[in-house]
């Protein structure tokens, strides 16, 4: 056993009376949280030696320590082509870089992953999901790649098998070469679900399915996948009302709105969450939240892309699950958690005011809000005694925030700070604002090759 002890930082729990505390402690032992409170740790987890506990003694004074945070929308690969169609419309974007994604394999996917995990964990990401859709006929294991870089980082690790059947000739926006046969598709659905998923509480690997988009799946593969999550009890993911021309397609196409395209294909539900959900009317709201699906807001790609900006406030207000998402880094150029969580501050003020979104709030839909959209907010999400110890220690005495007495509007408003320490399940992935799982020049170098190898010939 051993035990590490975070002494002397300001804590936010997330917990459900949102506790926090100006001077406390933090005490893990193994891979779950032990201890949370004021004041000084209890002596006892400082003396554990007598029964061969090793213990660790952190003086986090001047530091803040918060949940891990958890992104709900992401596409690991696209760490390969950031810059790319820089002022497009989403329309034009995909249509410009789906060639270039088609040159992936599990070369260059493993390494734009690992690239992008390593970035979101040094923004202070303890989970993250990965919405992985395009599977290139001679590309190899691409899924299995993410899963490997994961486990390298250290992340613990949500990937969705995700899918298009949709090709330009019948009618979809992805051009054929890039979309799969359904029963392909279902087929290694099931694979991945017997080989990876693991359902067990402590899991650092969960599997989703997640068929892309209205405009890029068809009704069927929708509808079977479904059928397919929910026997094989996984979650289901897709993106879903994310610009004004994903509704004309749907008007035009299905004759309703994206969500009750989804309603009537058994597509809502408290183990679906949704990409973005831009555009989405009270009537949309209204089911969403009666139904219990999730949404991933994904405010910078909102912004990139020019789509529009998501009724956060409504959506929490009417009791809609929402978490928060970088999206891929294709359309966010960032991939910044912590930076998520100030562009949603901000974002929903912008639209709604200054009383829209508080910084607890956004805080809340990057910890708790996240875990719930993954189904795993008994387990993370929160520190509180009995969770897992994804915990990050947030240096809130440096130049960029000291003399800031609030130190939610510190790490929400200001600058991003130092990220003094991050554990996953009890493990140390980030230390002193370093990466210590792997080594981020070569990280960096292996990216770098990775996307010159996809965009070449472009
Ligand atoms: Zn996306």
């Not at 952190?58 to 760490?79: K, R, V």
């Not at 994903?246 to 008007?251: F, G, I, L, V």
């Not at 210590?436 to 960096?444: D, F, G, I, P, S």
């Amino acid at each position: 056993m051993s035990t590490v002890v975070l002494d002397g930082c300001a804590v936010v729990t997330m917990d459900g009376e949102r506790s926090e505390y100006a001077t406390g402690h933090v005490v893990v032992t193994d891979n779950v949280i032990t201890a949370v409170g004021p004041g000084s740790p209890p002596p006892a987890s400082l003396a554990g030696a007598a029964d061969g506990t090793a213990v660790t003694r952190i003086d986090a004074g001047g530091c803040l320590a918060t949940p891990g945070l958890i992104n709900t929308h992401h596409h690991l690969y696209q760490w390969g082509t950031r810059g790319l169609a820089a002022d497009a419309t989403l329309f034009e974007w995909l249509t410009q870089l789906y060639p270039v994604w088609a040159r992936m394999d599990a070369d260059i996917v493993g390494a734009l992953a690992t690239g992008a995990l390593a970035v979101l964990a040094k923004s202070g990401c303890s989970t993250t999901m990965d919405h992985h859709y395009v599977f290139p006929r001679s590309g190899g294991d691409v899924l299995g790649a993410t899963i490997a870089a994961a486990r390298q980082v250290g992340l613990r690790f949500h990937p969705t098998r995700g899918s298009m059947d949709l090709g330009a000739s019948a009618g979809g926006l992805p051009p054929d070469e890039v979309v799969e046969d359904r029963d392909a598709i279902l087929l290694a659905s099931e694979a991945a679900i017997e080989e990876f998923h693991d359902a067990s509480r402590q899991s650092m690997l969960r599997i989703g399915l997640a068929p892309c988009s209205p405009f890029s799946v068809t009704r069927e593969l929708l509808s079977e996948a479904a059928d397919l999550a929910r026997r094989a009890q996984v979650r289901l993911h897709t993106h879903l009302a994310e610009t004004a021309e994903e509704n004309y397609y749907c008007a035009e196409h299905f004759g309703c709105t994206p969500v009750d395209y989804l309603d009537s294909l058994g597509w809502l539900g408290d183990d679906v969450w949704l990409a973005h959900g831009v555009y989405l009317d009270d009537a949309a709201i209204s089911r969403l939240a009666a139904t219990g699906t999730g949404v991933a807001h994904c405010p910078s790609s909102n912004g990139r892309l020019g789509a529009g900006i998501c009724r956060t406030h409504d959506l929490v207000a009417a009791g809609v699950p929402v978490g928060l998402g970088v999206d891929g880094a294709a359309s966010n150029e960032e991939s910044s958690l912590i930076g998520e969580v100030r562009q949603a501050t901000l974002i929903a003020r912008s639209a709604g005011g200054p009383r829209a979104m508080s910084v607890r709030q956004a805080l809340a839909l990057a910890t708790i809000g996240g875990a719930r959209l993954l189904g795993r907010d008994q387990e993370i999400g929160s520190l509180e005694t009995g969770k897992l110890a994804d915990i990050a220690l947030w240096r809130l005495d440096t130049l960029a925030q000291a003399g800031i007495a609030d130190p939610v509007a510190a790490l929400v408003l200001g600058s991003r700070p130092p990220l003094e320490l991050l554990l996953v399940n009890g493990a140390t992935i980030v230390a002193q604002d370093g990466l210590v799982t792997a080594e981020e020049q070569q990280v960096a170098a292996d990216s770098q090759a990775a996307a010159a190898a996809l965009t070449e010939g472009r």
